[in-house]
Structures are given as C-alpha cells and as structure tokens.
C-alpha cells in the first residue's frame, strides 16, 4: 500500500508530549512533511520524553521526512497565525491540522469541582480548548481556498465522565468542550471540503503518564480488568487513529469522536 499522506503538509501541536511526537512520527512514515509546535519541545524530559526540540525532529528525519519547529503558547494568536504563516511559506500548502496541545496541567490537589481556583480554570481551558480554537481558526482560511483539509483534534475519554472524587473537573469539562466543538466545526466547513474529526483517548501510556501514575491512583490493577483489550494504550494506538482521519481512507468521515481506549 503507498503511503496515505504522501506531499501531505500537517501541523502538530503538542508535538514534544508522549501523544504529540508519536502522532508527528506516524503522519512522517505515512508521508507527510510536517510543521511541530509546543511551548516547551523538553518538557516531558524529566519523566524519560525527549529531550530537545532536535530529538522530536529526528523523529521525523528518521522516518525520512523533513520538519520545522516553533516554540510558543498552541493558545495565542499571533503564535497560530505565525505557523500557519511559515508553513505555507515552505511547504505551500496546509492539508492536515492535529490539535494535540494540552493536558492536566494544573495541580490535581487543587482540581475539585467545588473548590478550583478560577486561575485554575483559565489556565485548564485555555491549554485544551482554547489552542484548538485558535489553531484552528488560523488554519481555515488556507484550508478553505485550497477546498480541501482535515482537522483532527485529541479530546479525552475522560471529558465525557466524571471523577469519583471530583478532582480534575476543569479538565474534564475542557475536553468535553473540545468534543463539542469537534462537532460545531465540521457542520460549518464541511460544504468547504473540510473535514474536523476527534479522538478521544483512553488510558495511554505516555512517558508523564507512567511516572505521574502513583501519585494520582492510576494504572491500578481494577483499571486494567475494565478494559477489553486488557492492556493499556501506546501513544502510537492514538498515532494510528489520526493517521486514519487526516488520510483519503476518511474522505467520507467528518464530525466524529471516536473513543480508542481499548474497549
């Protein structure tokens, strides 16, 4: 089979996390050219991710495929605006948009439904649902004109729950309204050959994840008896998924969350 993504030109946010650089692997061994952001491409370094923005490229490299980087904020503007900007500078075209930024990224002590401070509150939503917005606001004016494009953003099985404890709420909600817009978006630009996609993932093991796991009671032995598949989830079981979405063999597929959580 040829490669589904081949001159394909895709921007990843988030692309320095366990989710993000496996993602930006895949859509270079599918093909595609690729243009990465994140606001800290070392940020998983401490719990065994990459170390630099030179060893994601690599990544890319490796699978025989080229990459430019930005470093900044997936949620400001100016930043979207300037990798939209560059990429279509060199690549001439925007064809794919993963919207990976994101995650818990405020204490899970101070995270409860009743009590989470309202900084908490922003700084949550603007990471997870605030970066897809901009993102991809800033990339369908490209995506319009060319008549054609795939947005996939990564949202969380998480989002559509609730927490025993409610602890996390903020991040929960974030991700439930990153699905909601998922479904917005691809009723408005679908008539313009654009399609808008989700994932929602189960438990991944991402580097963070397994290191983070102890301290907030995850990865328990009744966790695992849940899932069908009983195994946790590969970054690359997410990687696979959007490859899927951003690909022709999703032509016909638009406006969906599909759940990867092993059942």
Known sequence: MPNLLTDKVAIVTGAGGGIGSAIA??????GAVLSLVDRNFASTAEWGGHASTASVVALVEAAGSQAIVAEGD????????????????????????????????????????????????????????????TFSQSVLGVMRQQGSGAIVNITSGLGHLSS??????????????????????AQEVGSFGVRVNAVL????????????????????PEQL?????????????????????????????TGQVLAVNGG
Do not use: M
């Open 74 to 133: 997936a949620a400001d503007r100016s930043v979207a605006a300037a990798v939209a900007e560059q990429t279509l500078a060199k690549f001439g075209a925007i064809d794919i948009l993963v919207n990976c930024a994101g995650g818990v990224v405020t204490a899970a002590d101070r995270s409860f439904a009743s009590t989470s401070p309202d900084e908490d509150l922003d700084t949550v939503f603007r990471a997870n649902y605030r970066s897809t917005v």
């Open 201 to 220: 993932p189960g438990l991944i093991l991402t580097p963070r994840v397994a290191a983070q796991a102890p301290d907030r009671g995850a990865v328990r």
């Open 164 to 185: 025993r404890d409610g602890a996390l709420s903020h991040y929960f909600a974030s991700k439930a309204a990153v699905s909601s817009y998922t479904t917005s978006l």
């Open 225 to 253: 008896q849940r899932i069908s598949l009983r195994r946790y989830g590969q970054p690359d079981d997410i990687a696979k998924v959007v490859e899927f979405f951003a690909s022709d063999l999703a032509s016909y597929v």
């Open 25 to 30: 692997a895949r859509l270079a061994q599918a």
